[in-house]
Every structure is written in structure tokens, then in C-alpha cells.
């Protein structure tokens, strides 16, 4: 119901995302991919880990990607990867948007000794390099699977969400409407639900989509290290065997750079959507002529 | 005046952040699910002398029989003498001295390649905002730079320059026959190894600059203050010129996140290049469970990045009035 009526109030808006180029070139890519992802692994015979008798075979008819020196397929290996690396992508992504989201709110909303502490705890996370912090937590962790890997990833990703929020809560919270409904004396729920909640929604939605791309670049960059899922296959974990083994060296490109090109395609898809949501939302982005 | 209170105010968060990730180091290896500690010190069970190691400085502050305070206090002394613990990996030898051999690997690769970048990138950039065509053919480029892992980059170049055309080597910071010296032989051969992992690095970092300072120039034609300029017929260059200036300043805080990626990136790229910095060394660490090697590199890297984060602060103060008098106290 509270969709129905933001959708009203903003038809104009959603004409503007649908005519977005960038939106548009975007979302294409990423529904390629997505499709990859969910329909992939209906399309081979083989399993991810599966012993196909072909051994550092170049892309054919039989193998599309070719496969590695196990003998594995590796287009088997890509789809179930992206699958899992998009999983990864999207928990670890709710996570720290979600973390993100309320202690920015919190210290925006409420001010004082609250957003003091909270932005002293969030500068000190910002500064502590993410990639190097998971590391000595998942190098401690004996089994790790992907739900893990991605709650300690939504753990630690989130410092730049809870400045950004804040500021943004800020800048709402002193706008007029929000007054008149305070002097109106609307309980600070109603205030916060039915004022700033949906004007902050699609500030929200850019930040999840700027999170689902670092969780997969977190979660592929721990599993390059070797600290990825212990069982199973990832993006990540197919190029951490492809240098391991030295694909690159053994003239095997097809083992190392197809998973990375998904992956690189995937986060331009989403920054590109990402920059067209901004230009709509923020009109002073938007290009003249 | 403001400028030291500035620089006084900084220092205090930075040492709180060191004193988290000490605090962090310390508490991950305890509190963990599981049994970390159990894991780590059973690693000392292999060693020949593994009496002799449990002696040292450091693991006696592991020791488990304290209250939890003690033991905390106990790290910390052994963390100001400077003992990190002994590796198991390259045992004998102290964390410390293999950690600080390793870091200047990783200077010579971040340093030149966020500087470079920076610069190339926001000129990049800048040329993109004033012109349509370019813009357009650029951007999706700067995407896919930005989006691309920084080690799948490196991939790319060492099949590139090392197997399709073999102009560069492979591995490592110098060929194995030579030893390091100042001759020119050596820094030529040092260069070679050098250069495929800076790039790696550098065209990652530049896409990020130059969409970050096309946005900000955009931004800021279309600001109050340019609109007033042209109505008052001002030439486009000396628009452009007041356009730059401004939409440098974020660029410069930008800076400061960027080092963290930074070291993100190079300890990725140095693995694909077996370049013997701080990434590398935490990989063989963690193949090795190294536990203390990881957990002194670690602490290293975060070091190193708040010691940059303060740099960069500084130069952000020098560049930017602003910021040194809102610390003088007569405003806000």
C-alpha cells in the first residue's frame, strides 16, 4: 500500500528511469547475467566438480569454456560460480546496507552524544582496511560457507553506508515538511515512517545496489586468497586455482579470464545503473542537450 | 593555530583506530567460534624447539591461564617492544623483521601507483566533462576499469605481457641470478618486474578518479556560481578553471578511502605476481597457518594506511582554508 502511493507521487520519476540511457544499458547487461546465474546450470551436463576426461581443452563445441588441468568444465564451473558469487552479493549486500542504513540513521536522526559516538566507531571502521580485516577473521574460521563469508563481508562493509545516511537523514530532517509535522506533534514514528522513510527510499536502494557490488568483490577477492567457501565453487575460487596452477602461464587463458570478465561486466552493469539513478534523482547531474 | 588543532583533533582518531585494531588483533584469535587459539598454538606442536618458542615474549601472552585483562596488557607490552612473535613458516625468524622486509615492496607499488592515478585520472576526467564525444567513448571505459578486480587485471596483463607477447617476467621483484645493488643493471631488471603489477594497479585505481572528477566538474557548472559567471558573460575557460579548483577538493578526501582499497588491491596483485610485499606474504601465511605472520602483517598494513590517511589530511588542510578555520573556534 505505502508502494501504491509513492508510485503515484512519483510517476514522473519512473517515466524518467525508464527513458534513462545509462539505467537502460545497465539493467541489459545485468539481466544477461542474472540470467546466466539462475538459468546456467539447467544448460550442462556436467557438475562444477565433475571429472570430464578432457584435460586443458581450449573452448569447443563440447566445452564452450574450455576446461582446466582437473578435467573439469569450465562453463559448468562459471555458471554455478556466478550463482554463488551473486548469492554472496546479495546477503552480504542486505547486510551491511541494513547495518549501514541504521546506525547512519540513528546518529542523524537523533544527534547529540548518540551520533557522536556512533560516527566516532564508524571513522574508526572507515579508516581499518576492509580486505585486510577479513582476513585474520576468516583465516580463524575452520568451515566457512557462504553464508558465513557473507555475514562477516556484511559486517565489515558497512562504514561508508552509515556516513552517507547520516548525512543524508541530516539534510531530510531539517527540511520543512519534516517541521510542520513535528510542530504538528506527529509521534517521532509516524515522523520517521511516513515522512522521511519513503524519501529516503531510493537514497537506499543506490547504496544496496553500491553494496551488492563490493560484497562480490570482497567475497571474490577472500576467495582469490584462498579464504573462500571451503566446499564448493565461486568466481573467485576458479581464478584462485587458475594462478595457483599457472593457467595463465600454461597458455590456458580460458581458465582465467572469462570468470573475471562476468565479474567486471557485472559491477559495471551496476555502477552504470547506479550513475543513471543518480543523474535521475538528482537532477543537477543530468547533462544538458 | 587552526591548523594544530586540526592535526591534534586527527591524531586523536587515528589512535583510537590503531588502539581498535590492536584490540581487534588481540580479541579475534579469543572470542572467535570455535577454537582459534587451540588451532594456532597446536601449529607450534610441529616445531623442533617448540619450547624454546612458547617462551618467547609474545606467546607468554597468550597465556591462557590469566585473568583476560592481564593477558590483554601483556600483548600490548610486547606489541611497544616491538615483538610480534616468532613465524612458524620461516622459523626461525622474528614477524617483525620479516614484516618490515616485505613493506617496502608494497610502498614502491601504492605510492607511485595512487599518485599517478590520481593525477592521470582527474585530468582524464576533466578532459571527458568538457567534451561530449570523448565523454561518451571514455566513461564506459572508466566503468569497466573501476569494476574489474584488481587481480583479475593483473591476470590479464601478465597473459598479455608475459605469455602472448613475453616483453616482461612473471614473478617475483628481481631475477633470481642477480642481487640487489645500485647498479644500473639491477634497477633496470628491478623495473621490468616492477612494472605489470603497478599498472595493474594504476589502471584499476584511474577509472575511479576520472568518473569520480567528471561527476564533480558536471556538478559544479551547474552550480549557482557558474550560472552567475556565465550570465555575466565570463569566458568558458575561466568557468572551467573555478569548475576544476572545487571539484578537486573531494578528490583529495577521496584520497584517503582510496588508500585502503589501495592495499586491498596490492595485496591481490602481488599474489598473481608472487611480488614479495605484505600480500604475498599474508598469502603464504595463511597456506602455511602462520597465524602470527598474518596477524603481524595485518597490523602492519593498518599502520601504514592511517599513517597515509594523517599525510593526506594534512595536505588537505594546507589546500583548503576552509577546513583550518572552521578549527579556530570562531565558527561553528
Known amino acids: ?289 | 593555530m587552526g591548523l594544530i588543532r586540526y592535526i591534534g583533533k586527527k591524531a586523536v582518531i587515528y589512535l583510537a583506530t590503531f588502539f581498535v585494531a590492536v584490540t581487534l588483533n588481540w580479541a579475534i584469535p579469543r572470542f572467535m567460534p570455535g577454537n582459534p587459539i587451540g588451532i594456532l598454538l597446536s601449529r607450534f606442536a610441529t616445531l623442533p624447539e617448540s619450547a624454546e618458542v612458547m617462551y618467547s615474549y609474545f606467546t607468554q601472552a597468550f597465556g591462557l591461564d590469566k585473568p583476560l585483562y592481564e593477558q590483554y596488557i601483556n600483548f600490548w607490552r610486547a606489541l611497544l617492544n616491538g615483538d610480534l612473535g616468532v613465524s612458524i613458516y620461516l622459523y626461525p625468524q622474528k614477524v617483525r623483521d620479516i614484516v618490515l622486509e616485505a613493506l617496502p615492496y608494497d610502498i614502491v607499488l601504492i605510492v607511485p601507483a595512487v599518485i599517478v592515478s590520481w593525477i592521470v585520472g582527474n585530468w582524464l576526467g576533466a578532459l571527458a566533462s568538457t567534451n561530449r564525444r570523448l565523454d561518451n567513448i571514455l566513461m564506459p571505459i572508466f566503468y569497466f576499469l573501476t569494476a574489474s578486480p584488481y587481480f583479475w587485471m593483473a591476470i590479464v596483463l601478465a597473459w598479455v605481457f608475459t605469455v602472448t607477447i613475453p616483453i616482461f617476467p612473471p614473478s617475483g621483484a628481481y631475477s633470481p641470478g642477480i642481487s640487489p645493488s645500485l647498479s644500473l643493471s639491477f634497477i633496470v631488471d628491478f623495473l621490468k618486474h616492477w612494472i605489470l603489477p603497478f599498472l595493474s594497479l594504476l589502471l584499476v585505481m584511474l577509472g575511479g578518479w576520472a568518473i569520480g572528477m567528471r561527476n564533480m566538474i558536471i556538478y559544479e557548472l551547474e552550480s549557482n556560481y557558474s550560472r552567475y559567471m556565465e550570465a555575466l558573460g565570463a569566458p568558458n575557460r575561466l568557468i572551467l578553471r573555478y569548475a576544476f579548483r572545487n571539484a578537486m577538493l573531494p578528490q583529495i578526501t577521496g584520497l584517503a578511502l582510496q588508500i585502503g582499497l589501495a592495499v586491498a588491491g596490492a595485496i591481490t596483485t602481488e599474489i598473481v605476481f608472487s611480488y614479495p610485499g605484505l600480500g604475498y606474504l599474508m598469502l603464504q601465511a595463511i597456506q602455511n597457518q602462520d597465524y602470527f605472520l598474518m596477524q603481524g602483517a595485518f597490523l602492519v598494513i593498518v599502520i601504514m594506511v592511517l599513517i597515509s590517511n594523517f599525510v593526506i589530511d594534512i595536505v588537505y588542510a594546507i589546500v583548503d582554508p576552509r577546513v583550518r578555520y572552521t578549527y579556530t573556534g570562531e565558527t561553528g
Open chain 1, 1 to 289: 500500500m505505502m508502494l501504491d502511493r509513492i508510485m503515484e507521487r512519483h510517476r514522473e520519476t519512473l517515466i524518467l528511469l525508464r527513458r534513462n540511457r545509462k539505467i537502460k544499458a545497465g539493467a541489459s547487461i545485468l539481466a544477461v547475467i542474472l540470467a546466466i546465474a539462475v538459468i546456467g546450470p539447467y544448460t550442462t551436463e556436467y557438475g562444477p566438480l565433475e571429472y570430464t576426461g578432457a584435460i586443458g581443452e581450449p573452448p569447443s563445441s563440447r566445452h564452450p569454456l574450455g576446461t582446466n588441468t582437473f578435467g573439469y568444465d569450465l562453463y559448468s564451473q562459471v555458471v554455478y560460480g556466478l550463482r554463488s558469487s551473486i548469492l554472496i552479493g546479495l546477503l552480504g549486500g542486505i547486510l551491511a546496507t541494513a547495518i549501514g542504513v541504521l546506525i547512519g540513521f540513528i546518529s542523524g536522526y537523533f544527534g547529540g552524544i548518540i551520533d557522536e559516538l556512533l560516527m566516532m566507531l564508524t571513522n574508526i571502521f572507515l579508516v581499518i582496511p576492509t580486505l585486510a580485516l577479513l582476513i585474520i577473521i576468516a583465516a580463524y574460521i575452520e568451515h566457512r560457507g557462504i553464508l558465513i563469508e557473507s555475514v562477516i563481508i556484511g559486517l565489515t562493509s558497512w562504514p561508508w553506508t552509515a556516513r552517507a545516511v547520516r548525512a543524508n537523514t541530516l539534510s531530510l530532517r531539517n527540511r520543512e515538511f519534516v517541521y510542520l509535522a513535528r510542530m504538528s506533534g506527529m509521534p517521532t514514528r509516524s515522523i520517521i515512517l511516513r515522512e522521511i522513510a519513503p524519501n529516503m527510499l531510493s537514497y537506499i536502494i543506490m547504496v544496496f545496489i553500491l553494496q551488492f557490488g563490493g560484497a562480490i568483490l570482497y567475497a571474490v577477492s577472500l576467495d582469490f586468497i584462498g579464504l573462500g567457501p571451503t566446499k564448493g565453487i565461486s568466481l573467485g575460487v576458479i581464478l584462485q586455482q587458475a594462478v595457483l596452477w599457472n593457467a595463465v602461464q600454461l597458455g590456458m587463458w580460458w581458465w582465467a579470464i572469462p570468470p573475471g570478465l562476468l565479474i567486471a561486466l557485472l559491477l559495471t552493469s551496476l555502477y552504470v545503473i547506479n550513475t543513471g539513478l543518480d543523474e535521475v534523482l538528482n537532477p543537477r547531474l543530468r547533462r544538458q542537450g
